[in-house]
């Protein structure tokens, strides 16, 4: 109990949060709190429940989006990490005949990283529990809640899609 209670404190953000802070920045660390708190507790139960990790479980979810495979180089920019991290995370699934690496057929150097059938079997178990964990963190919340919850989202995301964008972006 004592474990959980330090570890919430450590992946709680808002707790850095004062009364005097502007209530942007307070509803920042809100979201980044939560955002954490649900990671955590899904990292925990992929590792505990299926013995994967959070960024294999990710990789896999790009690969059932694409029957076909996608290209090593393409996997990273996907996943936002080096080449270097998908190779590693690659030769993991590929030892446990989770995917399998074709190649290219026109370059000899490039491959394809595609589920194999025992991948996918796997990966649909993994996100059928995925989405039972993300359906019971919000089930405190009555579906009213949740649509104006993500309509408010919705509107935040395209504030800051907006905010962001260059002059010249705006043009177009």
Same mark, same amino acid.
């Given at each position: 109990?004592?474990? %959980?209670?330090?570890?919430?404190?450590?992946?709680?953000l808002e707790?850095?949060?004062?009364?005097?802070?502007?209530?942007?920045?307070? +509803?920042?660390?809100?979201?980044? #709190?939560?955002?954490? =708190?649900?990671?955590?507790?899904?990292?925990?139960n992929?590792?505990?429940?299926?013995?994967?990790?959070?960024?294999?479980?990710?990789?896999?979810?790009?690969?059932?989006?694409?029957?076909d495979?996608? #290209?090593?180089?393409?996997?990273?920019?996907?996943?936002?990490?080096t080449?270097?991290?998908?190779?590693?995370?690659v030769?993991?699934?590929?030892?446990?005949? +989770? !995917?399998?690496? !074709?190649?290219? %057929?026109?370059?000899?150097?490039?491959?394809?990283v595609? +589920?194999?059938?025992?991948g996918?079997?796997? $990966?649909?178990?993994?996100?059928?529990?995925?989405?039972?964990? !993300?359906?019971? $963190? $919000?089930?405190?919340?009555?579906?009213?809640?949740?649509?104006? =919850?993500?309509?408010l989202?919705g509107?935040?995301?395209?504030?800051?899609?907006? #905010?962001?964008? #260059?002059?010249?972006? %705006?043009?177009?």
């Amino acid at each position: 109990m004592m474990k %959980e209670a330090a570890l919430i404190q450590t992946s709680d953000l808002e707790l850095r949060a004062h009364e005097d802070h502007h209530a942007s920045l307070r +509803l920042w660390l809100r979201l980044l #709190s939560c955002t954490t =708190l649900i990671e955590d507790t899904i990292r925990t139960n992929l590792r505990e429940e299926f013995g994967i990790t959070l960024p294999r479980f990710d990789l896999m979810a790009q690969l059932e989006r694409h029957p076909d495979g996608l #290209s090593m180089g393409e996997l990273s920019r996907r996943m936002m990490v080096t080449g270097g991290n998908i190779t590693t995370i690659v030769d993991q699934l590929e030892n446990e005949k +989770l !995917v399998m690496r !074709v190649m290219s %057929e026109t370059d000899r150097r490039s491959y394809t990283v595609r +589920l194999t059938l025992w991948g996918r079997n796997a $990966f649909a178990r993994m996100a059928l529990a995925h989405e039972q964990w !993300v359906v019971h $963190f $919000f089930g405190d919340l009555s579906e009213p809640q949740q649509s104006q =919850l993500h309509e408010l989202l919705g509107h935040l995301k395209k504030s800051i899609h907006q #905010s962001t964008q #260059s002059p010249t972006q %705006e043009r177009a």
